[in-house]
């Protein structure tokens, strides 16, 4: 029987992040999983678009990925988003998923990164590691995500309240779009006594928000407003996605769905 993983991640039109992060998740789930074959997929058609444009490569987006497959007589399909939560891009997956359900024997679809208790707890930790070496009372670490109006927001607030139970209270997470609102962060920070600032992206990659509206040099950056009120700032331009421990889980989430796809065969 023929069988695939496709792998769907948001995209990036920044090619080392890409390397570093959705390349490097998609390496470790085709080490983990040689006996299927592996596929990509973005959801963002604007990074669809500007890649096709601007350096002639082609991605497909899930629908069209999930075809060619169809079309080429796979049928065990497991589809495994590398996103960080369950929000709108994840509602698309899904969606296009069903629509191709009767072209396949089994499709499965994994979890993405933030799903369960386990997921949050594990995180926490893998950050809190990612980062020891800013151990310091002095030093507060600012996790920049992307916020959603969808009630997947939610992660942002839950992922707060595991670092404050497991007592790395260094640990702050903001949002670009959405709450917990940067102002709303740094009147938390300024709480407490610190100097130092370090910025890095809750996201899997780092693109346009870590590059532009976390460590840009305009005036409304979070490392500008930061530096303006006289705070030191480090800024790590590191998608989640260069994380060991954050490809590993993510990998986990994969052999869930494969458990899943033999346990309904």
């Known amino acids: 029987m023929k069988q695939a993983i496709l792998a769907v991640s948001f995209g990036t039109t920044y090619h080392e992040s890409r390397m570093k992060t959705i390349e490097a998740i998609e390496a470790d789930i085709k080490e983990a999983f040689p006996d299927f074959e592996h596929r990509r997929a973005f ?4 990074i669809i ?12 987006n899930v629908s069209e990925a999930l075809e060619k497959l169809a079309g080429e007589g796979f049928e065990r399909v497991i589809v495994q988003p590398t996103l960080v939560m369950g929000g709108e891009e994840n509602d698309l997956m899904l969606a296009a998923v ?21 997921d949050y707890q594990r995180l926490a930790d893998i950050l809190n590691e990612d980062t020891k070496e800013y151990d310091s009372e002095e030093t507060k670490i600012i996790w920049m995500g992307h916020g959603t109006e969808h009630e997947a927001n939610e992660v942002y607030e839950r992922l707060n309240r595991v670092f ?10 903001g949002t670009v779009e959405a709450e917990p609102a940067f102002d709303q962060v740094k009147e938390d920070v300024k709480k407490t006594d610190f100097s130092r600032a370090v910025l890095q992206p809750l996201m899997i990659v780092c693109g346009d928000h870590a590059h ?7 005036e409304d950056s979070w490392k500008s407003q930061l530096e ?5 700032v480090v ?26 796809l033999e346990d309904i065969a």
């Open 43 to 46: 959801t963002s058609g604007i």
């Open 98 to 118: 069903r629509e191709y359900e009767g072209r396949f024997k089994q499709v499965v679809c994994g979890r993405p990164l933030l799903s369960g208790e386990e």
């Open 49 to 60: 678009n500007i890649l096709k444009k601007r350096d002639s490569i082609y991605i497909d």
């Open 228 to 232: 303006a009120e006289g705070y030191e």
């Open 164 to 173: 404050e139970d497991k007592g790395y209270n260094r640990h702050h997470v």
């Open 212 to 218: 532009n509206d976390m460590a840009g040099e305009d």
């Open 235 to 260: 800024c790590r331009l590191k998608g989640m996605g260069e994380l060991e421990g954050v490809r590993r889980l993510l990998v986990d989430h994969a052999k869930e769905a494969i458990q899943r």
